[in-house]
């Protein structure tokens, strides 16, 4: 099953999120199929920028999103 989910990125105490689409029995931080957006917590307010197009497509096809990505993108 394909999952809509965040990976870490940046250095220590400075995390960077990617939203990306995996496979769901992959690593938090494995491979993944497509990035489709990112997410900064460290910025004032908070970053988020989706492609909502391919978001969309994505969810069109079977993946699942993950509840922190539900909670980013609104939906």
Do not use: H
Request: aromatic residues 8%.
């Amino acid at each position: 099953m394909t999952v809509i989910r965040l990976t870490r990125m940046g250095r220590k105490k400075q995390p960077f999120y990617r939203i990306v689409v995996t496979d769901s029995r992959k690593r938090r931080d494995g491979g993944s199929i497509e990035k489709i957006g990112y997410y900064n917590p460290m910025t004032t307010p908070s970053t988020i920028s989706i492609d909502e197009e391919r978001l969309n497509y994505w969810i069109s096809v079977g993946a699942q999103m993950s509840e922190r990505v539900k909670k980013l993108a609104g939906k």
